[in-house]
């Protein structure tokens, strides 16, 4: 205020206010940025711990993953030496009689990256030891009654269609794989066991200098040693009756992950069935069989982060976290999608010298090099493909999965690859191609929709819930 003399009264003064403060501006532009640095430190900062904590399951997962996978492709690489007919037979057996057993049984297992994550995650300890001592028993009464698929190869590959020299030898070949098959339900159940509560042990380079069946099952002895004599004091309370209890239970959730996971695991295996009724099929069998070959080797990678993914988000769902879930799924999402764009490169440059680790022969040779874009366009798909299932696994969606599995590989891409290949005569090359762009790149569509759309808090919720339901003792 100011007095105005002569006049007696009071005149307020204007107050000035400046258009623009740029004080206060500058101050607020600074708080900004200063925020929006803190939230991209904040977040850069969260990102390396996950990966950290991913990367710990992981970097041992593909290891021992690649590890054993070696041992069949070393195999498959010396019987391409001795001729086409030993290089189809091996395949066959390896890839369709061998995988058909070894996707369900996985599949089966993963049964236990829900409830030994979730349970670890809760700090219920004592659980995941009797976890593991029921998935013995499914898994080994599984293996009893898919043994007559090794007994029978040669008459089951006949009737699918398979040249009968061919058939022969691989009937020959999976009598011999017997002592394979009955590993993988003791080594399977205790993987995930040790994945679960973060032991890194690996045992699977033994592997590569010995035979085949010695070979995984010193994987199951070093596993089980480990295990069983001190290497998990809080989770493992020794053998147990109730092991014997609630097997039901535990029956439908490990069928609902070996259909989930089967269904995958069978998808490319019927490819390589489909390819064996073609013309020429020898030459057709071996080309695929080299890629399918890759890219199982590659594929040990996404495997990898299947397992890491489904252990990180069980245990944060376990422990109540929804957002560090969710937080988990996308590190591990956007990870191997950079490594999968990288062997996809790498692919692309080097189509021509692929397969000159199976095979001396030309024809083999030149169908692989045109078969390599289909094989590096699958490469990048299951970059991304086994990571959202694995956040379905440690989510506890098996049985929504394997239903969605079911209608994009078997109702969408085996029906697209059969018009291709048969109605359009593109061959291999339109089998292959109707079944990755049907039914793998719809399935992955579908898988990423569903996650992006999760509600983290809720499904934290409701695996506390599973959690104390599956603590009980039935």
């Known amino acids: 205020m100011a007095d105005i003399k002569g006049t007696g009264s009071r005149v307020e003064e204007p107050t000035l206010v400046p258009l623009l403060d740029h004080t206060s501006s500058n101050v607020d532009l600074v708080s900004k940025t200063s925020d929006q640095q803190d939230f991209d430190l904040s977040f850069r900062h969260r990102f390396l711990i996950e990966s950290k904590k991913l990367w710990h399951i992981v970097g041992p997962a593909i290891f021992s993953r690649i590890a054993s996978y070696s041992m069949f492709v070393i195999t498959q690489a010396f019987a391409g030496h001795l001729g086409d007919l030993e290089l189809a037979a091996i395949s066959i057996a390896t890839s369709v009689i061998v995988g058909f057993d070894f996707g369900l049984l996985l599949g089966m297992a993963s ?35 898919l043994l007559p698929l090794y007994i ?50 690996q045992l699977g380079l033994v592997g590569t200098v010995v035979t085949l069946n010695f070979s995984w099952w010193l994987i199951v002895i070093g596993l ?56 020429n099929a020898k030459i057709a069998v071996d080309a695929l069989s080299i890629c399918m070959s890759i890219n199982g080797f590659e594929l040990m990678i996404p495997l990898g982060f299947f397992a890491g993914t489904g252990v990180r988000v069980a245990n944060e769902l376990g422990a109540g976290n929804g957002k560090g879930a969710r937080f988990a799924t996308i590190v591990a999402v956007t990870t191997s999608a950079v490594i999968g764009l990288f062997f996809w490169l790498l692919i692309m440059l080097f189509h ?117 339901k599956w603590a009980v003792v039935h």
């Open 111 to 145: 049964a236990l990256e829900t409830l030994c994550g979730q349970a670890y995650g809760a700090k219920n300890y004592r659980m995941l030891g009797v976890y593991l001592q029921r998935s013995w028993i499914v898994l080994f009464l599984c293996c009893i009654l």
């Open 352 to 468: 021509n010298e692929l397969a000159l680790i199976f095979t001396n022969s030309e024809p083999v040779l030149h169908a692989v090099s045109k078969l390599s874009l289909l094989l590096a366009f699958t490469i990048l798909l299951n970059s991304i493909q086994p990571v959202l299932s694995g956040v379905a696994v440690g989510s506890g969606w098996q049985s929504y999965v394997a239903y969605i599995n079911l209608g994009c590989y078997y109702l969408i891409g085996v029906p697209m690859g059969l018009a291709m290949g048969w109605l359009f005569h593109l061959g291999v090359m339109g089998i292959w191609a109707g079944m990755i762009f049907g039914g793998t790149a719809f399935q992955t569509v579908v898988l990423a929709i569903i996650t992006s759309r999760c509600d983290w808090e809720k499904e934290a919720q409701r695996a506390s819930m599973h959690i104390k």
């Open 224 to 279: 089980f040693c480990f295990s069983v004599f001190g290497g998990c004091p809080e989770t493992w309370g020794g053998f147990s009756m109730e092991a014997f209890t609630g097997l039901w239970s535990f029956v439908k959730l490990s069928a609902a992950s070996g259909v989930m996971l089967c269904l995958e695991n069978w998808y490319y295996r019927i490819l390589i069935v489909m390819t064996g009724n073609l013309e």
């Open 152 to 201: 029978f190869a040669s008459p089951v590959l006949k009737l699918l269609g398979q040249p009968a020299d061919i058939s022969e030898l691989s009937g020959k070949v999976s009598m011999s794989l017997i002592p394979l098959h009955f590993s993988l339900c003791f080594q399977f159940p205790l993987q995930r066991f040790l994945q679960s509560q973060l032991k890194t042990l």
